[in-house]
């Protein structure tokens, strides 16, 4: 009972953090999402605090750091995408820089090192589009894409939790995450897709088969996401990623969906929508 009012409560605060954050405006949306970047980057490199691989954490956090403040610039309209070819050398100096670290394993390190970048910071840097998307006027920052991604995200899990504690009965990846079950799934799934209906009533600018599209691909990419991360864990003998959130482990625990449903969302915005 303890631990569920723990989990209450950090989840309500977490939400009204966010919300707040998000709603007041461009630049406290980015203040805390380069917050979730930075955690996560910490929690990622601290996995591999017992290991030979030594991922490079300074310029993890560097290229993340510059890949989200490009692409909120980018996204604004304030530099063209041509500044994105800024990051090439970026990578590259990843590799010559372990030439100088002395290492054990510098394949591995310089591999690690890119699939942080690419795990974490690349599907955050994309958050930007969806909050200066070319829907609106001047590429003006609008919030309601992203609160609605984030919402989808949370009532799908919430579904999913609710019919699999209720009838679930046949595992959906058993070896992996063996709570969970496809009548959670598939009840998840269909009161996302309810929610995504609703959603469509507030966001008219997309039409509804757009969001009922939004939705399916939101469930599959974030269950992904979810099993990626429980791989992680598993592998490194951990039950969560940090504690920076009581009762809900650490930044790559909560929002691991995210990290695989923002590209896919915004890949369909700007393949299907836009």
């Known amino acids: 009972m303890k631990k569920l009012l723990t989990r209450t409560i950090t989840g309500i605060v977490l939400v009204l953090v966010m919300l707040t954050a998000i709603l007041v405006g461009p630049y406290s949306f980015a203040v805390l999402f380069l917050l979730i970047l930075v955690g996560g980057i910490a929690e990622f490199n601290k996995l591999f605090h017992q290991s030979e691989i030594k991922p490079n954490q300074v310029l993890s956090y560097l290229i993340s750091v510059v890949l989200f403040t490009l692409t909120f610039l980018i996204a604004q309209g304030i530099l063209g995408f041509a500044f994105l070819f800024m990051l090439f050398p970026l990578f590259l100096i990843v590799m010559a820089a372990e030439l100088y670290r002395k290492q054990e394993k510098p394949v591995e390190n310089i591999a690690t090192t890119i699939f942080c970048i690419v795990y974490l910071a690349i599907p955050l840097s994309l958050i930007n589009f969806l909050v200066f998307p070319a829907l609106s006027t001047g590429n003006a920052y609008t919030p309601k894409l992203l609160i609605a991604l984030i919402s989808l995200i949370w009532i799908y899990d919430s579904g999913a939790y609710l019919f699999g504690v209720s009838i679930g009965k046949h595992r959906l990846f058993e070896r992996i995450s063996p709570k969970k079950s496809w009548e959670g799934a598939i009840g998840g799934t269909l009161t996302a897709i309810a929610a995504a209906w609703a959603?469509?009533?507030?966001?008219?600018?997309?039409?509804?088969?757009?969001?009922?599209?939004?939705?399916?691909?939101?469930?599959?990419?974030?269950?992904?996401?979810?099993?990626?991360?429980?791989?992680?864990k598993r592998h490194f003998g951990i039950k969560d990623s940090g504690h920076i959130l009581p009762g809900h482990g650490g930044m790559l625990d909560r929002f691991d969906s995210l990290f695989f449903a923002v590209p896919v969302i915004v890949m369909y915005l700007k393949l299907m929508v836009e």
Do not use: N
């Not at 009533?201 to 939004?214: K, Q, S």
């Open 199 to 232: 959603i469509g009533e507030f966001i008219p600018e997309i039409r509804t088969v757009h969001w009922i599209a939004i939705s399916i691909l939101t469930v599959i990419s974030s269950t992904f996401g979810d099993l990626t991360e429980s791989m992680f």
